[in-house]
């Protein structure tokens, strides 16, 4: 069974940090991407971050470049995203999909089709 079990989040105040944390199991990890994405209260999903689990190559959106920094941890078979700088816009529920790294996997990331999902952890970013 493919589990993807998000942790880490929490309530901050603006300008602090959080660190998240994506455990995956059911599939071959190496295999993979993972991603990051959010939704805040009306407003559609995005992707925030993403990470090619083959050779580590990350990609950010515009809106987080700078202040966010997703990585992995292969023998864990986790994906983290630290979160600095937070801003009350971050406020969200944050999850994170997996999709295997076949063909123009990017575009699934970008445009949906990811193949697993979390049940998300919520960020709230507030004084």
């Known amino acids: 069974e493919v589990q993807l079990v998000e942790s880490g989040g929490g309530l901050v105040q603006p300008g602090g940090s959080l660190r998240l944390s994506c455990t995956a199991s059911?599939?071959?990890?190496?295999?993979?991407?993972i991603g990051w994405f959010r939704q805040a209260p009306g407003k559609e999903r995005e992707g925030v971050s993403c990470?090619?689990?083959?050779?580590?190559?990350?990609w950010h959106a515009h809106s987080v470049k700078g202040r966010f920094a997703i990585s992995s941890d292969n023998a864990k078979n986790t994906v983290y995203l630290q979160m600095n700088s937070l801003k009350p816009d971050d406020t969200g529920d944050y999850y994170c999909?997996?999709?295997?790294?076949?063909?123009?996997?990017?575009?699934?990331?970008?445009?949906?089709?990811?193949?697993?999902w979390g049940k998300g952890t919520p960020v709230t970013v507030s004084p």
């Open positions: 059911g599939f071959t990890f190496d295999d993979y991407a």
């Open positions: 990470i090619s689990l083959s050779d580590g190559q990350p």
């Open positions: 999909a997996a999709v295997k790294t076949v063909g123009t996997w990017f575009n699934k990331f970008t445009f949906g089709g990811m193949d697993y």
